[in-house]
T-cell receptor, first 111, second 117 residues
Framework: DAKTTQPTSMDCAEGRAANLPCNHS???????VYWYRQIHSQGPQYIIH???NNETNEMASLIITEDRKSSTLILPHATLRDTAVYYC????????????FGAGTRLAVHP | GAVVSQHPSWVICKSGTSVKIECRSL??????MFWYRQFPKQSLMLMAT?????????EQGVEKDKFLINHASLTLSTLTVTSAHPEDSSFYIC?????????????FGEGSRLTVL
């Protein structure tokens, strides 16, 4: 079962920041937070992941609360091509640990 | 990022026939590959975990005799849907876990859409 809770859907205006929240209150100490997105009829695309520190890459920033019970994915300047379903997943690193997808957040970026 | 290729991208078959879907890691070795199924407007559902050179581990409720998985090399895993029926019509997606990865990042294929008539 998915260990995360996300809003079903969100809207964002093009050019504005999109802030996608995720609750993972039962996360354990050795579990990372991963974010993937899926554009319609394509395979999921990795975005970013983190353990406890905030992370940033060319796609997004990940802000993890100090207690690690929630996080926020930030797309700093959303474009129409960012319209997708965004999945927040907690998972251990190592071994053959699988990714279990929840329902995700459907982000719609509009002009 | 690393590239995973699936073939075919889409396939239409008659009920009762078998269909094979290939998943290749093009620029990395994948000791583990995962197979997912996705129905319209739903999330990805993990079907099985495939380890190179050994039998796949299936998730609860997934019939291993219907969905045959072979992972004979570090760059190729195949999923065969045997005696396909219309209810098997779905989007099948594979992902590869690079050998020796420290980040645990999975790389996904583009998916294969199966339609059973």
């Amino acid at each position: 079962d998915a260990k995360t809770t996300q809003p079903t859907s969100m809207d964002c205006a093009e050019g504005r920041a999109a802030n996608l929240p995720c609750n993972h209150s039962t996360i354990s100490g050795n579990e990372y937070v991963y974010w993937y997105r899926q554009i319609h009829s394509q395979g999921p695309q990795y975005i970013i992941h983190g353990l406890k520190n905030n992370e940033t890459n060319e796609m997004a920033s990940l802000i993890i609360t100090e207690d690690r019970k929630s996080s926020t994915l930030i797309l700093p300047h959303a474009t129409l091509r960012d319209t997708a379903v965004y999945y927040c997943i907690v998972r251990e690193v190592g071994g053959y640990n699988k990714l279990i997808f929840g329902a995700g957040t459907r982000l719609a970026v509009h002009p | 990022g690393a590239v995973v290729s699936q073939h075919p991208s889409w396939v239409i078959c008659k009920s009762g026939t078998s269909v094979k879907i290939e998943c290749r890691s093009l620029d990395f070795q994948a000791t583990t590959m995962f197979w997912y199924r996705q129905f319209p407007k739903q999330s990805l559902m993990l079907m099985a975990t495939s380890n190179e050179g050994s039998k796949a581990t299936y998730e609860q409720g997934v019939e291993k005799d219907k969905f045959l998985i072979n992972h004979a090399s570090l760059t190729l895993s195949t999923l065969t849907v045997t005696s396909a029926h219309p209810e098997d019509s779905s989007f099948y997606i594979c992902s590869g876990l690079p050998a020796g990865t420290r980040t645990g990042e999975l790389f996904f294929g583009e998916g294969s859409r199966l339609t059973v008539l």
